[in-house]
């Protein structure tokens, strides 16, 4: 079927699609009569049904019950980020006690660089790819200079070496082989933001622990969006950022992964109170005992409203389950794939690589022409309400989320490029 998948109709696939139900448990940004074609949720997730009563329950708890409510509401504030974590865990690949829900996304990276990045005179180095996230990049450059390196020379970027601006585990290695004695850190993407390009997570892993580096990855574009297994990758780290695929809200609390091995070694890290030993800590004694697991590295006590949502948006991930969400989501984006192949290929390159293992929802569409149609094009979707999102100089990402987006959202994609290249000539 698949070399003819530009060809089925769109209500065919969602008819058969076992998880279109999920659809009904978000609430879609409207669109005039009807709803918008919402493919950002590789920037921001929708918002499930159940998190407003979820609020209103911690507002309910806080007003009748009051500080008694960290022990006696329905869903007890003490042990709060406890209830999250089975959900992470399966979000990870991971165990219960590799991973915790705290802090922020570039927040998490800094404090487990604290404790995971420790350069030496010989060894300063840390490795990301060139054309990272910002914040990522801000992170590591203010950390190596933090240790009195210096960026310049003790950072290192790896371009691109494949047509599209991906890079292949050959280059990694190709770096790895080169400089590797000189890095202490590889700090990884899980899927990159621009390209949408999926990494093999425990090959990273394998080259970069037989130079003797420490891993880490950036999950903010893999969590939520391919199922994971971080613990068998043998990663030191991770972190990543709940609103983009895990659908928990606009800055919600992150997550973060400190794997088995690491749970009791004595490590440098930033304390607070919270990452102090459960058993002991409202003894409040001067010495903090960590935590043994990700849970040592907690500062505070969590933001309860925040919490909330990713509680309820880990139930939906739950009960539709990663494996069965993976597999409609290779659907919708081959679907994607075929049509912008079949019907558009003057008006898009798709810069994303076409092996499904090597990617996840989301394809980064080139528009031919340059930055000027490209603009013309996002604002012509936008005015459509279809909605992705656009990333300079020509670049417009469109992520089909298996749990909200349906095939049908697909179709008016293609459908709505077509109708703007068809006057201007672009198509024939
Ligand atoms: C979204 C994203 C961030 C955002 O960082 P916050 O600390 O959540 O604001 C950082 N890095 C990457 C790779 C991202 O995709």
Redesign the pocket.
């Known amino acids: 079927m698949s070399e003819h998948l530009h060809q089925v109709p769109a209500e065919a696939l969602d008819a058969a699609d076992p998880l279109r139900h999920f659809r009904d448990q978000f609430l879609l940004p409207r669109h005039g009569d009807g709803e918008q074609a919402y493919f950002c949720g590789?920037?921001l997730g929708l918002q499930p049904r159940g998190v407003r009563d979820a609020l209103l329950q911690e507002l309910d708890d806080w007003a009748a019950l009051g500080v008694e409510a960290h022990f006696h509401g329905r869903h007890p504030w003490m042990p709060y980020h406890n209830e999250v974590r089975d959900g992470l865990a399966h979000i990870a690949g991971a165990l219960p006690s590799e991973v915790v829900a705290m802090n922020?996304?570039?927040?998490?990276?800094h404090l487990l660089m604290v404790s995971f990045y420790r350069p030496t005179a010989e060894r300063p180095a840390i490795l990301i790819e060139a054309g990272?996230?910002?914040?990522?990049r801000h992170a590591v450059a203010t950390q190596i200079r933090f240790h009195g390196f210096d960026p310049a020379r003790d950072l290192i970027e790896l371009e691109p070496d494949e047509p599209n601006g991906t890079i292949s585990l050959a280059a990694i290695d190709r770096v790895l082989g080169e400089h590797g004695h000189r890095i202490a850190l590889v700090l990884w993407?899980g899927v990159?933001?621009r390209t949408g390009q999926a990494f093999d997570l425990a090959a990273i892993t394998r080259l970069a622990h037989a130079r003797g580096c420490r891993v880490g990855f950036?999950l903010?574009?893999a969590a939520g969006n391919l199922p994971l297994a971080l613990h068998d990758s043998g990663a030191d780290f991770a972190a990543w950022?709940s609103?983009?695929y895990l659908n928990a809200g606009p800055?919600a609390v992150?997550g973060a992964f400190v794997h088995e091995r690491h749970a009791r070694a004595d490590l440098p890290r930033f304390a607070g109170w919270w990452g102090h030993d459960q058993a002991t800590r409202f003894k409040m004694g001067p010495e903090f005992v960590p935590t043994p697991g990700a849970d040592g590295w907690q500062l505070s006590n969590p933001p309860i409203l925040a919490l909330a949502p990713l509680r309820v948006s880990l139930e939906l991930f739950g009960r539709a389950g990663l494996p069965a969400l993976r597999e409609k989501s290779e659907k919708l984006t081959a679907y994607l794939e075929a049509l912008v192949r079949a019907r558009l290929p003057d008006v898009l390159d798709i810069v994303t690589p076409a092996e499904p293992e090597r990617r996840g929802c989301q394809l980064s569409l080139r528009v031919r022409g340059g930055r000027d149609q490209g603009r013309a094009l996002f604002e012509h979707l936008v005015a459509q309400g279809i909605v992705g999102d656009w990333r300079e100089p020509d670049v417009i990402r469109i992520s089909p989320v298996p749990l909200y987006n349906q095939f049908a959202d697909v179709r008016r994609f293609i459908a709505a490029v077509e109708a703007w290249a068809a006057p201007a000539g672009a198509v024939a």
């Open positions: 590789n920037s922020s996304l570039t927040a998490n990276l990272a996230f910002p914040s990522d993407p990159q933001y950036d903010a574009h950022c609103y983009k800055g992150a």
